[in-house]
């Protein structure tokens, strides 16, 4: 067990205490104030806005429904589950492989960037707080959501909290990116949000329950819109 897992079960330490501060550490990590970049990329979102495939709050919805059924569902959630038995048993090989099949799922040079870059960034944030493995538990070039997965373990944050955790704050960023881009007001933002508050739910319900030959993201229009994005004229976010 790592140094930092015995921080929050330190002999003595109340078990609420704990809890507390599992809590607040993925208070931290899904926070939007986590010095890693994640805001200036929008999963061709922009690209979809530029398209007219998502015009308002509606089609707003239907979208990040969608990304939410056929993507997170299928990919993230139950990767994080994946990783986190990994990390529990210190696998070593089936963190790598784990983190290799999600680096193939990236179907546009934009996604694989943003996931690369994004894992780099939490990587240097963990190192300046010296919660980085002295081990080789984690590849060197590991992406984000192997280390959103490793800081959310490290910290002894529960799986399924995680999980929402992780989803939470990529509905976040989605509503974020559409209210810079779109005619879209705050409060409208939030409907959304709410609407989608008992999917989010259901989709880490349906992630527990998926064997590793249902695994897949099926997303052919996120795919082309972040390909598309990448030669966008005007954009805000990377590409």
Known sequence: MSTTMNMLTEPGMPTHQGDQLALLGLMQLV???????????S?????AFELGWVEGETSLAEWLSGV??????????????????A??????????????????????????AEDSRLGASLKRLLGSLALVPNNNLLPEQAGYVTWFAYTAYIRGVPLRQAQLGFGW???ENQLAVACKTLPLGHTAAQRVLEALRLELVGAVDQAQ?????DLGPALPGVALASALHETQYSRLFRS
């Open 31 to 41: 926070s939007p104030a986590l010095p890693i970049g994640a805001f200036a990329f």
């Open 43 to 47: 999963q061709g979102l922009e690209s």
């Open 209 to 213: 329950h998926l064997d590793d030959e």
């Open 169 to 171: 704050a990529w509905l």
């Open 68 to 85: 939410l059924e056929d993507g997170l569902t299928r990919c993230e959630l139950p990767l994080i589950a994946r990783l986190y038995s």
């Open 87 to 112: 990390f529990e048993c210190g696998d070593h090989a089936a963190v790598a492989e784990w983190d290799d099949w999600l680096a193939a799922t990236r179907e546009t040079a934009e996604l694989a």
